[in-house]
C-alpha cells in the first residue's frame, strides 16, 4: 500500500554533489517525520539527517555543513542536497518515514525504501 523510492545516487568525485529524492506513495493519510540513514559495507545502519512536518532539521555531525534536508509536504518527498563529498561519504542510503496509513486506526509507525547507492570516489 505504501511505498517510499529514491533516486539521484551514483557516483561522484570527491567534493562533488549530489541531490537524493525521496518519494511516498500509497493510501497514507499523513506523514510526520522524514529522514535518511546510510549504511556502509560491514558497518551499522546510522542517521543522516531528518526533517519533522514543521520543517525542523537534524543532522549527524559528520555532515553538518555539507548536507541539507528539505521536504515538499505537497508532494510527500523528502530530498537531500550533498555538497562536499568524501569518501567516507560512501554507503547506501535509505530514506524513511514515519506516516499514518489512510483507513487504519493503527498508530504512526516507520517505513524504508529500498536504498540508493552513493559511491564517491576518483
Known amino acids: 500500500q505504501v511505498q517510499l523510492v529514491e533516486s539521484g545516487g551514483g557516483l561522484v568525485q570527491p567534493g562533488g554533489s549530489l541531490r537524493l529524492s525521496c518519494a511516498a506513495s500509497?493510501?497514507?493519510?499523513?506523514?510526520?517525520?522524514m529522514g535518511w540513514y546510510r549504511q556502509a559495507p560491514g558497518e551499522q545502519r546510522d542517521l543522516v539527517a531528518n526533517?519533522?512536518?514543521?520543517?525542523?532539521?537534524n543532522y549527524a555531525d559528520s555532515v553538518k555543513g555539507r548536507f541539507t534536508i528539505s521536504r515538499d509536504n505537497s508532494k510527500n518527498t523528502v530530498y537531500l542536497q550533498m555538497n562536499g563529498l568524501k569518501p567516507e561519504d560512501t554507503a547506501v542510503y535509505y530514506c524513511?518515514?514515519?506516516?499514518?496509513?489512510?483507513?487504519?486506526?493503527?498508530?504512526?509507525?516507520?517505513?524504508w525504501g529500498q536504498g540508493t547507492q552513493v559511491t564517491v570516489s576518483s
Open positions: 526533517i519533522t512536518s514543521g520543517g525542523n532539521a
Open positions: 500509497g493510501s497514507i493519510f499523513s506523514i510526520y517525520t
Open positions: 524513511t518515514a514515519v506516516l499514518v496509513v489512510a483507513t487504519t486506526s493503527s498508530p504512526p509507525d516507520d517505513y
